[in-house]
């Protein structure tokens, strides 16, 4: 049997509508249309937009909405995945308490669901990438931020209130670059943002001292620094951005060696940044794992990059859809 299912990618700088089809256990991207986030002009013309999309790749496809078994959505947090509501996600502004899955079904009369981004990339590479297979399984976002997706026993862990993965948040060192709102936090030194910061402060400082840093020519030059450009210099052999690159690294392992202690996974699947970087940083989280956790559950679990690389938010919106086929009577 084949279902046709829709999935919704909202992110604060783009938004995909994919068109997928499920045959035999096994999923295939049809479709799919991409266009920018564009939050300055409110959520009313950005759903407005989004509804336009489903509507063309629906009528490029042949297909009316009775025909699409499930949507999903993936999307930012915070959320409530029970409810199906947006609740004022960071990167969106003015999506407040946004009843984002009874405008979908209303309007379409498709059922719908709605996850986290972290976890709806987790049920993606447990269904479609690199878990497959796999019963309890960490998946890190480590892209613009740091989130985490926990599929537990064979089943998605979202914790009482839809907050669990929140790993981001946890506080590594007193003092270090900002991320989620706090300084030496695990987004702070494992994410894009992050691992920007951190090059500013130490760029700046071999500027304060007279030296050059290639990457930055000039103090006008250090707004433009980027993960990025970071790793692109690190892989030319520069040391600083090497430097960078391990601490990001020894920060990463001191945050996974206390996972690895309190969930015992079998799998840790790296998103993003670690899947185009991994030889930056590699080295200095795998020391640090060797000298946090207890032997027993290192020897258990295995860390790799994401499997669905760059269509990984296109398997993550359908794998949402996928669930709550699943979950249908």
Known sequence: MSHSILGLDIGGTKCSVVLGKIENGSLRIVAKKSFPTEVSKGFTYYMHTIQQHIDAILHESDLIPKEIAACGISCGGPLDSRKGIIMSPPNLPGWDSIPIVEIIEKQYGIKTGVQNDANACALAEWKYGAGK??????????????????????????????????VGHIRLERFGPVGYGKAGSFEGFCSGGGIARLACTKVYEKMQNGEKVSFCPTPENLPEISARTVADAAFEGDELAREIYRISGHYLGKALAVL???????????????????????????????????????????????????????????SVASCRLECMP
Do not use: W
């Not at 960490?138 to 839809?162: E, R």
């Open 260 to 318: 690895i202690d309190v969930l015992n996974p079998e799998l840790i699947i790296l998103g993003s940044i670690y899947r185009r970087a991994q030889p930056l940083i590699e080295p200095s989280m795998n020391e640090v794992i060797r000298q946090e956790t207890v032997s027993h559950a290192r020897e258990a679990c295995r860390i790799v990059p994401a499997g669905l690389g760059e269509s990984i938010g296109d398997y993550a919106a359908l």
């Open 133 to 166: 297979g796999y019963s309890n399984i960490i998946f890190l976002t480590f892209g613009t931020g740091m989130g985490a997706g926990l599929i537990l026993n064979g089943k998605l862990y979202v914790g009482a209130n839809d907050m669990a993965g929140e």
